[in-house]
């Protein structure tokens, strides 16, 4: 699957049950291989995100691209560790 830049940035993101998690807020690139690493989320869904907490999204997970973008898998809850 290839997708611009374009394509991703704002999109809203669902996951496999069609739950929205987020807007793409980020784009993550690996420059060294120019690849789309992944996609970041800035405020998440709280109940599927502790607290609505950031995230980033390996681009692996994604299943579809278009007027929002479809996750592959996505886990129930994700608990947010304190910072270290």
Do not use: C, W
């Not at 999109?11 to 291989?33: A, C, L, M, P, W």
């Not at 929002?68 to 129930?76: A, D, E, R, S, T």
């Amino acid at each position: 699957m290839e997708a611009t830049l374009s394509q991703i940035a704002g999109r809203t993101v669902y996951n496999h049950q069609g739950i929205e998690i987020g807007k793409v807020s980020d784009v993550i690139i690996d420059f060294d291989r120019s690849l789309i690493y992944g996609i970041y989320i800035d405020e998440t869904n709280s109940q599927l995100v502790e607290n609505g907490a950031p995230i980033s999204i390996p681009y692996r997970l994604i299943k579809a691209i278009g007027d929002v973008i479809l996750l592959k898998g996505f886990p129930p809850f994700i608990r947010v560790s304190p910072p270290k």
